[in-house]
């Protein structure tokens, strides 16, 4: 069964850079959406979808990064979900305050998409 991978990005070239590198993980399925509020209703429950790691920026309309992971991390079925933040954010507090709310890796920009995708696949379940 393949594993799947939910892409959180509104820039469409960060996305398909994302989906590239990302997708030449082994038995890996991609989904994208453009933002948080997006990736809240794709994983939501009794929609019967399951992911097995997110990959989200924080700035992006509607619902972003910073929400999204603590919303997440507040439901129980998401406890263990690998969260990796790509941002283009150049505040330095950013990578304690991600990682304060749950996520698992942080890479701001210019984040290398060959190490957001090594990340990611030590990430996944087997």
Same mark, same amino acid.
């Given at each position: &069964?393949?594993?799947?991978?939910? #892409?959180? =990005?509104?820039?469409?070239?960060?996305?398909?850079?994302?989906?590239?590198?990302? %997708?030449?993980? @082994?038995?890996?399925? #991609?989904?994208?959406?453009?933002?948080?509020?997006?990736?809240?209703?794709?994983?939501? @429950?009794?929609?019967?979808? !399951?992911?097995?790691?997110?990959?989200?920026?924080?700035? &992006? @309309?509607? /619902?972003? %990064?910073? =929400? /999204?992971?603590? !919303?997440?991390?507040?439901?129980?079925?998401? $406890?263990?979900?690998?969260?990796?933040?790509?941002?283009?954010?150049?505040?330095?507090?950013?990578? $304690?305050?991600?990682?304060?709310? %749950?996520?698992?890796?942080?890479? @701001?920009?210019?984040?290398?998409?060959?190490?957001? !995708?090594?990340?990611?696949?030590?990430?996944?379940?087997?």
């Amino acid at each position: &069964m393949p594993r799947s991978i939910l #892409i959180v =990005e509104d820039a469409e070239t960060a996305a398909a850079t994302l989906e590239i590198a990302l %997708g030449n993980i @082994p038995r890996v399925e #991609i989904v994208r959406v453009p933002d948080g509020l997006r990736a809240l209703e794709y994983l939501a @429950p009794g929609a019967g979808r !399951r992911v097995d790691a997110v990959v989200t920026d924080l700035e &992006m @309309p509607f /619902l972003d %990064g910073y =929400e /999204l992971i603590r !919303r997440l991390r507040g439901q129980s079925q998401f $406890q263990g979900l690998p969260i990796v933040v790509v941002s283009g954010s150049s505040d330095p507090g950013v990578r $304690q305050r991600v990682l304060e709310l %749950g996520a698992d890796a942080y890479f @701001p920009k210019p984040w290398s998409p060959q190490a957001v !995708r090594d990340r990611v696949e030590r990430l996944l379940p087997p």
